[in-house]
């Protein structure tokens, strides 16, 4: 009786964890429904516009990363994450990549002139 009721909390406190990390990361799942490949940009260009560093210039993956995905459907989505990620560095990285934003597009803090 002992191991199953322990297995069962442990099961419960598993699947506890496994909410709350889907919680964490809901909108970055919403986004890679929505505006395709948000996972590869993440993978490819994370580290260039990590809010930490020098600005450096991206990698050729990341650039083509950017070109397969959605770059202007993922910008509402850049809002929840600005304590993470540099606004200035996605426009750096974006501009550099050849794929800057439309006049007007607002992307977390920055409105594209």
């Known amino acids: 009786m002992g191991k199953r009721v322990f297995a069962d909390a442990r099961m419960m ?3 506890c964890g496994i909410v709350v990390m889907m919680m964490a990361m809901g909108p970055l799942i919403s986004a890679q429904l929505e505006c395709r490949n948000v996972f590869g940009v993440y993978m490819q260009c994370g580290r260039y516009i990590e ?4 600005t450096v210039p991206p990698s050729s993956q990341c650039c083509s990363a950017l070109e397969r995905s959605n770059v ?3 910008c509402p989505y850049f809002a ?3 304590d993470t990620y540099s606004t200035e560095k996605v426009i750096y990285v974006l501009n550099y990549c050849e794929t800057p934003l439309a006049s007007g ?3 977390g803090n920055y409105t594209a002139p």
């Open 13 to 15: 406190l598993m699947m």
């Open 51 to 54: 809010r930490e560093g020098a």
């Open 72 to 74: 202007t459907c993922m």
């Open 80 to 82: 929840d994450y600005e």
């Open 105 to 107: 597009t607002k992307c």
